[in-house]
């Protein structure tokens, strides 16, 4: 519903959390093929633990290429009146343009130059392991976050739970801001794990088996699917393994 509003001119931020292994990247991919089926520009930037120190990192990574692939004209154009604040963090030395005195200016800027992509096409602004961008970048998306029911664009973030953020007190401001859509990510139904044991090993895979499988990963599909390779190597459905051997896998 956020993408279909940003498409329709109302933009927002969605917030997916969960653990390592639960579906964050795998959702935030269907994300982007919806945003993108839906007419938006999808733009991606990833946070990194050797990037975190780098100010504004993860913010040009997602808009550099946008920049980048626009005419001098059209550069022009996006860069007009506040946007072009924002300009020198594509044009200057980073540290330099990044400035911490001249931030705020930075962060409105910022913020105009995605209103000015957005009258072309709606954006789809998708950030993976945002724990792990830095300061600044978590800053802005705090900013944009206050501001962009006013443009047609839609934020999603990825969070992992548990892991330690590169900007805790950035991002804890980030995700207790409202208007934020967050959505927790839960584990796999014993049903459901059922369902990709015997997808891949056969329909007479053993019920035990699929029990087994539910209760040893706990309803996480990377470590779900990871057991299922390992079974499948074993024989799969004829491998006739109890419960002890495949906690042992």
């Keep these: 519903s956020r993408l279909r509003s940003a498409a329709a001119g109302s933009g927002g931020m969605v917030v997916i959390e969960g653990a390592p292994g639960i579906g964050k990247t795998s959702l935030l991919g269907k994300a982007a093929e919806l945003a993108e089926a839906g007419g938006l520009a999808v733009l991606r ?51 330099r343009a990044a400035a911490d005195d001249r931030l705020f200016a930075r962060f409105h800027g ?50 992992r739970t548990g892991e330690a953020a590169a900007a805790p007190e950035a991002l804890s401001r980030l995700i207790e801001r409202d208007p ?20 891949s090993l056969g329909d007479r895979t053993a019920e035990e088996v699929c029990v087994e499988c539910a209760r040893t990963t706990g309803g996480n599909p990377l470590l779900a699917r990871q057991l299922i390779a390992a079974l499948k190597e074993r024989g799969g459905e004829r491998a006739g393994l109890d419960a002890g051997e495949i906690a042992a896998l």
Excluded: N
């Excluded at 998708?126 to 934020?155: K, M, N, T």
């Excluded at 959505?183 to 997808?199: D, F, H, K, Q, T």
């Design 180 to 199: 934020l859509t967050l959505v927790r990510l839960r584990p796999l139904s014993p049903g459901a794990i059922g369902e990709l044991v015997r997808g």
């Design 45 to 95: 930037a990833r946070g990194g633990v050797m990037e975190s120190e780098f100010s504004l990192g993860v913010v040009i990574q997602l808009l550099a290429p946008s920049i980048e692939s626009l005419t001098e004209r059209e550069r022009e154009r996006v860069f007009a009146g506040a946007a072009g604040l924002a300009r020198p963090l594509f044009e200057e030395v980073p540290d």
């Design 110 to 159: 910022l913020h105009w130059l995605c209103a000015r992509l957005a009258e072309e096409r709606p954006l789809g602004l998708l950030v993976d392991d945002a724990h792990w961008a830095d300061a600044q970048s978590l800053r802005f998306l705090s900013y944009l976050e206050a501001r962009i029911e006013e443009i047609p664009a839609c934020a999603i973030l990825t969070l």
